[in-house]
C-alpha cells in the first residue's frame, strides 16, 4: 500500500510539472502578443496618455526589440520571432501618442521614422558583437523601465491612464519566465534578474490597485 502510494505521488509530479510549463508558457504567449494592447486602446479611448512615464516606455521599447535586431543580424526565420514585431508596433505606437498627447506630434513622427530607420540599420549592417551587447542589455533596460514606472506612480499618487489589464498581463507574463528561468538554469543570475522584473511587475500591479480610486484631478485639487 505505502509502495503505490509513493508510486502515485511520484507518477504526478511530472504531470504537475508538465502542467505548469504550459501554463507559463500560454501567460507568456499573451504577454508578448496582447501586454502591451490594452494599453494602447485605452490612451486612444481616453484620450490621454496622463500617468505613463515617457522614459519608461522609451526603454521599453528598447528592451523589446533587441531580441528582434538578434533574429534580423542572425537571420533566423520571421516565423520564429513575427509576434514581436506585432509588440514593437504597439510599444512604438504608445510612445508616439504619448508624445501627440503631450502637444509634440512633429516629434512623434520624427522618432517613429528614426526609429525605424535605426532599426533597419542596426539589424542589417550592426557587427555580430554590437547586437550581443544589445542582446544583453535587455533585461536590464525593461527593469529600468519598470523602475521608472512604479518611480512616477508613487510620485503623482495615481496611475493615470496604466492600463491594469497591460500590468496583469505583465506580471502573469514574468511570473511565467521566472518558472521557466529556474526549470533551464536553476538559480543563476538571470534567473535572479527575472524574479526582481516579476517583483517590479508586481509592485506596478499593486499600485494600479491601490490608486484606482485616485485620479490626476483629485490629486491636482489637494
Not at 508538465?18 to 501554463?23: A, D, P, Q, T, W
Not at 515617457?54 to 534580423?72: D, G, K, N, R, T
Not at 502573469?172 to 536553476?186: D, K, T, W, Y
Request: glycine letters at 6%.
Amino acid at each position: 500500500m505505502h509502495l503505490t502510494t509513493v508510486w502515485s505521488a511520484t507518477a504526478k509530479v511530472p504531470c504537475l510539472r508538465f502542467v505548469l510549463n504550459r501554463s507559463a508558457g500560454f501567460w507568456m504567449l499573451l504577454d508578448t502578443f496582447l501586454a502591451q494592447l490594452p494599453q494602447l486602446l485605452k490612451i486612444l479611448w481616453r484620450g490621454s496618455a496622463d500617468g505613463l512615464s515617457l522614459p519608461s516606455v522609451l526603454l521599453q521599447l528598447y528592451a523589446f526589440s533587441c531580441p528582434v535586431l538578434y533574429a534580423m543580424a542572425n537571420s533566423v526565420p520571421l516565423f520564429a520571432w513575427a509576434e514581436r514585431l506585432f509588440t514593437l508596433a504597439q510599444t512604438a505606437a504608445i510612445v508616439f501618442l504619448i508624445l501627440r498627447y503631450r502637444g509634440d506630434t512633429l516629434r512623434g513622427m520624427l522618432f517613429l521614422l528614426a526609429y525605424s530607420g535605426v532599426m533597419f540599420l542596426l539589424g542589417s549592417y550592426a557587427a555580430a558583437a554590437v547586437v550581443s551587447v544589445i542582446q544583453a542589455s535587455s533585461l536590464a533596460a525593461l527593469i529600468g523601465s519598470k523602475v521608472l514606472q512604479a518611480g512616477t506612480n508613487y510620485c503623482n499618487g495615481h496611475t493615470g491612464q496604466l492600463s491594469t489589464l497591460s500590468v496583469l498581463l505583465t506580471w502573469a507574463g514574468s511570473l511565467g519566465v521566472v518558472f521557466v528561468s529556474l526549470q533551464e538554469a536553476g538559480s543563476s543570475w538571470a534567473t535572479l534578474s527575472q524574479l526582481l522584473s516579476a517583483c517590479l511587475s508586481c509592485v506596478i500591479l499593486a499600485q494600479v490597485l491601490c490608486y484606482r480610486s485616485s485620479t490626476p484631478s483629485e490629486k491636482k485639487s489637494e
